[in-house]
């Protein structure tokens, strides 16, 4: 019986090899996730900082157009008021620019109109 058994002795060390070699192939793939995983949320951390600034310059941006575009309309309607207003959805996007007149000056450009 010993004798049959050391006909498969080489089975023996070849599953140790394998296992061997797995083990230190699962260490490394281990170790590659834990990479990954930290850099996705330094990305992550990016992305973030990113879309605040993205956002920061265009409400500054914005500002600055309504500022230039009241003072503009106020020249070209005399006693009107022109205000541009930016409307946000609920998921905090920004949604295209609306132009606020008021309705006291369309009534009162209107009768300047008529007479």
């Known amino acids: 019986m010993q004798e049959h058994l050391k006909g498969y002795s080489h089975v023996n060390k070849k ?3 394998q296992y061997t ?3 230190k192939q699962r260490d490394g793939l ?3 996730r834990e990479e990954l995983d930290v850099s996705g949320e330094s ?3 990016l ?3 990113l879309d605040t600034r993205k ?3 265009i409400e500054r941006t914005f500002k600055e157009v309504s500022k230039y575009f009241s003072e503009t309309f106020e020249k070209l309607v005399p006693a009107g008021k022109g205000k541009l207003r930016m409307l946000k959805r609920l998921n905090g996007e920004v949604s295209p620019v609306e132009i606020e ?3 006291r000056i369309l009534k009162n450009r209107s ?3 008529a007479t």
């Open 43 to 45: 990305i992550q951390d």
């Open 101 to 103: 007149k008021s309705a």
């Open 111 to 113: 009768r300047l109109l």
């Open 55 to 57: 956002d920061e310059a």
């Open 15 to 17: 599953a140790f090899e």
């Open 30 to 32: 281990l170790n590659r």
């Open 47 to 49: 992305i973030e900082t």
């Open 21 to 23: 070699t797995f083990t």
